[in-house]
């Protein structure tokens, strides 16, 4: 599976954007897409989740109200909607692929992802 993000970039505090995740490969084997999230010196965090499938979502406190995630299964595209961003939504942002088709244990944690993919950079000005 490879994964291909996109949509990152300036933009001021209240401000959008809508990061894109393209999967190729073989798709059918993935269960759900996580977007993580990584600042300069901090760990990565799980910001949101969707199964491809039913379409159930998971996000992030943090995000909640402000991000939406969603999927279109005829382009095996996942997008990752985010409105009135703040500066601590700057990061370098992640899609990644979970093949496991049970849950165990949370949603966030990154070692549950097998595939990942090169990362956007997202910045918000003050």
């Known amino acids: 599976v490879q994964l291909q993000a996109s949509g990152g970039g300036l933009v001021q505090a209240g401000g959008s954007l809508r990061l894109s995740c393209a999967a190729s490969?073989?798709?059918?084997?993935?269960?759900?897409i996580g977007w993580f999230r990584q600042a300069p010196g901090k760990g990565r965090e799980g910001v949101s989740r969707?199964?491809?499938?039913?379409?159930?979502?998971a996000y992030a406190d943090s995000v909640k109200g402000r991000f939406t995630i969603s999927r279109d299964t005829a382009k095996n595209t996942v997008y990752l909607q985010m409105n009135s961003l703040k500066p601590d939504d700057a990061a370098v942002y992640y899609c990644?692929?979970?093949?496991?088709?049970?849950?165990?244990?949370?949603?966030?944690?990154?070692?549950?992802?097998?595939?990942w993919g090169q990362g956007t950079q997202v910045t918000v000005s003050s």
């Open positions: 490969g073989s798709t059918l084997d993935v269960y759900a």
């Open positions: 990644a692929a979970d093949r496991n088709k049970v849950l165990v244990g949370t949603w966030n944690r990154p070692s549950l992802y097998e595939y």
């Open positions: 969707i199964t491809l499938r039913s379409g159930t979502t």
